[in-house]
C-alpha cells in the first residue's frame, strides 16, 4: 500500500505564475489535509477535504489559493499569482475517516516545497 | 485558542545517550491527544508517539516515552539510547477531540553525534 504522494517534490515559480500541488491519498483514504510549513515554524492547518467536498477551510487564504478533491484522481491545491511570502512547505495528509481522535490517524505525504522567485 | 510551545530549537547528544524534548502546550480544554512527530532529511512527517489527555499512563514506544505533566501543561519526549537515524527535527502538536485540526510547536532540530 504506497504511502500518501504528493507531487511535485519541488516546484519553482515566478512572481504571478500559478502553483498547483497534488495529492494522491492512501489507498482507501477519503479524507485529505493540507498544511504549510513556513521555515523555522511548525505546520498551520489550511484545510480539510472529503470527496467533491470542502468540510473546512478556515485556515486557507482568502484570495488566490483553493483547493480540491475530486471524485476521481488526486486532491489540488491551486495557488493563483504566487508572491514570495507563498514560498513554504506544503504538506498532506489524509486518513480513513475524520480525523478525530486515537484511531483515525493521519499519514502524511513527503511535502512539496515550494519557491516563489 | 490552543497553542505549543518548543522551547528548544536545537539539541545534540552522543549516540546512546538519553535525550528529553520539552513541549508545553496552552488549552481550556480538559480532554484531547498530543503527539510527537519526526521529520527527518527526506521530509517525511512520521508520528512517533501519542497520548490521551485523559489517561494517566505515559506513553511509550520502544525507546520513545513521553512525560505527560497535564497540571502543568507539559509534554516532553525522552529518546533512550539514542541513534543516529534518530536525527531529525521533531514536532509537539495538539488535537482536539471531534476535531482534526492538528496545532503544531516550531519543532526541535535533534543531531545524534556518533
Known amino acids: 500500500n504506497a504511502g500518501v504522494m504528493q507531487n511535485p517534490r519541488h516546484l519553482v515559480r515566478r512572481r504571478g505564475q500559478e502553483a498547483r500541488l497534488r495529492c494522491s491519498p492512501m489507498k482507501g483514504h477519503s479524507h485529505v489535509y493540507w498544511y504549510r510549513q513556513l521555515p523555522e515554524e511548525g505546520l498551520k492547518f489550511m484545510v480539510y477535504l472529503q470527496k467533491e467536498n470542502i468540510i473546512d477551510e478556515s485556515g486557507m487564504p482568502k484570495e488566490r489559493f483553493s483547493a480540491e478533491f475530486p471524485k476521481e484522481g488526486p486532491s489540488i491545491l491551486r495557488i493563483q499569482q504566487v508572491v514570495r511570502g507563498d514560498s513554504a512547505a506544503y504538506f498532506c495528509a489524509s486518513s480513513p475517516v475524520g480525523q478525530g481522535g486515537m484511531n483515525t490517524e493521519a499519514f502524511f505525504g513527503q511535502g512539496t516545497r515550494l519557491t516563489v522567485v | 485558542a490552543q497553542t505549543v510551545t518548543q522551547s528548544q530549537p536545537e539539541m545534540s547528544v552522543q549516540e546512546a545517550e538519553t535525550v528529553t524534548l520539552s513541549c508545553t502546550y496552552d488549552t481550556s480544554e480538559s480532554n484531547y491527544y498530543l503527539f510527537w512527530y519526526k521529520q527527518p532529511p527526506s521530509r517525511q512527517m512520521i508520528l512517533v508517539i501519542r497520548q490521551e489527555a485523559y489517561k494517566q499512563q505515559n506513553a511509550t514506544e520502544n525507546r520513545f516515552s513521553v512525560n505527560f505533566q497535564k497540571a502543568a501543561k507539559s509534554f516532553s519526549l525522552k529518546i533512550s539510547d539514542s541513534q543516529l537515524g534518530d536525527t531529525a527535527m521533531y514536532f509537539c502538536?495538539?488535537?482536539?477531540?471531534?476535531?482534526?485540526?492538528?496545532?503544531w510547536g516550531a519543532g526541535t532540530k535533534l543531531i545524534i553525534k556518533p
Open positions: 502538536a495538539f488535537m482536539k477531540p471531534d476535531n482534526y485540526q492538528l496545532i
